[in-house]
Nanobody
Framework: EVQLVESGGGSVQAGGFLRLSCSTSGLKFSQFQMAWFRQAPGKEREGVAVISSGGTSYYADPVKGRFTISRDNVKNTSYLQMNNLKPEDTAMYYC?????????????????WGRGTQVTVSS
């Protein structure tokens, strides 16, 4: 059984930082693309960042220059370092994985999902 478990969320003030982790099991992690999505109340789920199995990363425009996605193929874990957080970053953050998908525009095309971790940024 494939499992993705997010951790590291919390409440911070604007300008602060958080590091999210996505621990995985049940899949050949090094062969999968790893992504982060977020969903704020009343809004659709949106892509944040994705990293390929080879280590190439892509970011949504709102987070470029502030967020960094990474992966550790030994620990089977993906990370999202979030710096200079803004109130508009407040959302539930989800980890997702797929063997092939790298497109942040189509969350429905990712095969595996975690349950999410809440990030709240106050002004």
């Amino acid at each position: 059984e494939v499992q993705l478990v997010e951790s590291g969320g919390g409440s911070v003030q604007a300008g602060g930082f958080l590091r999210l982790s996505c621990s995985t099991s049940g899949l050949k992690f090094s062969q999968f693309q790893m992504a982060w999505f977020r969903q704020a109340p009343g809004k659709e789920r949106e892509g944040v960042a994705v990293i390929s199995s080879g280590g190439t990363s892509y970011y949504a425009d709102p987070v470029k220059g502030r967020f960094t996605i990474s992966r550790d193929n030994v620990k089977n874990t993906s990370y999202l370092q979030m710096n200079n957080l803004k109130p508009e970053d407040t959302a539930m953050y989800y980890c997702a994985s797929d063997r092939n998908q790298l497109d942040l525009e189509f969350p429905e095309s990712y095969t595996y999902w975690g349950r999410g971790t809440q990030v709240t940024v106050s002004s």
